[in-house]
């Protein structure tokens, strides 16, 4: 079993920057996919980027270019970069991983096994 806890979320004025940090502890599998998704109140859990083992990444076409997502293999955390940041963006932001050693890192929340609580990102105008 794999746990992961969030955090470097908080506030911020548009066209600031925050980096998100996702730690993993227990059980180890040796390659997994990684992913960061969003959700505000009375919305779907939404795809914000994705990593898979090789370092290939996938973003959602209102990210991409502002956002970039990374790892850091030895501390097993997951970094989500954001910069350009809009009052949009404003929402809880969780990470996900799940055990994968395929080239294309998936973007459907049921495609991941492992979550985190979340950490609230609020930009303000």
């Known amino acids: 079993q794999v746990q992961l806890v969030e955090s470097g979320g908080g506030l911020v004025q548009a066209g600031g920057s925050l980096r998100l940090s996702c730690a993993a502890s227990g059980r180890t599998f040796g390659t997994e996919a990684w992913g960061w998704f969003r959700q505000a109140p009375g919305k779907e859990r939404e795809f914000v980027a994705a990593l898979s083992w090789t370092g290939r990444t996938y973003y959602t076409d209102s990210v991409k270019g502002r956002f970039t997502i990374s790892r850091d293999n030895a501390k097993r955390t997951v970094y989500l970069q954001m910069n350009s940041l809009k009052p949009e963006d404003t929402t809880v932001y969780y990470c996900?991983?799940?055990?994968?050693?395929?080239?294309?890192?998936?973007?459907?929340?049921?495609?991941?096994?492992?979550w985190g609580q979340g950490t609230q990102v609020t930009v303000s105008s």
């Open positions: 996900a991983a799940v055990r994968s050693t395929a080239t294309m890192p998936p973007s459907h929340e049921g495609e991941y096994a492992y």
